[in-house]
């Protein structure tokens, strides 16, 4: 059977000068891993028994960043599924996406992680090595755009 795991997609829009474009002022928070190849990705996790799949995005969010639900905008409209394997096994992970209410907010990491990074769409997709998680952040970002 398939593994299934969570998450959310953060940015935040920085306050920023009303000449530069909407697209500039948006940073995404990518989360490095403290184990394995330190590699670097959204918060998301395992689905526990008798939990559905947004709950679950919401408490990894909260174990692994420290940010609550309410501290969230969830945005409508976007959900994406990727599927590919580990150690042998498939994996599902879904993404929503969501803005942070407050962009100071403090991000508070759990032991999973050393380090967590603010980051505009080309660094983002520098730091998140795998081509889907790169290809799944422009997605992102031109659904953003469009909605402006």
């Not at 580990?86 to 992680?113: F, Q, R």
Request: aromatic share 10%; hydrophobic share 35%.
């Amino acid at each position: 059977m398939a593994v299934r795991a969570c998450g959310l997609i953060i940015y935040r829009r920085l306050q920023s000068a009303p000449s530069s474009k909407f697209t500039d002022s948006i940073e995404y928070l990518l989360l490095q891993t403290s184990y394995g190849t330190h590699h670097w990705t959204p918060p998301k996790g395992h689905v526990d028994p008798g939990e559905d799949d947004l709950q679950t995005a919401f408490r990894e969010t909260q174990e692994e960043a420290g940010l609550q639900a309410s501290q969230l905008t969830l945005i409508e409209g976007y959900r994406k599924e990727l599927h590919y394997p580990v150690c042998g096994k498939p994996k599902t992970v879904i993404y929503w996406l969501a803005e942070m209410k407050d962009c100071n907010t403090e991000i508070k990491l759990s032991e999973e992680h050393q380090a967590f990074q603010w980051l505009k769409l080309e660094d983002a997709c520098k730091f998140a090595e795998y081509e889907d998680m790169q290809a799944t952040l422009k997605e992102v970002h031109q659904f953003l755009c469009s909605k402006e």
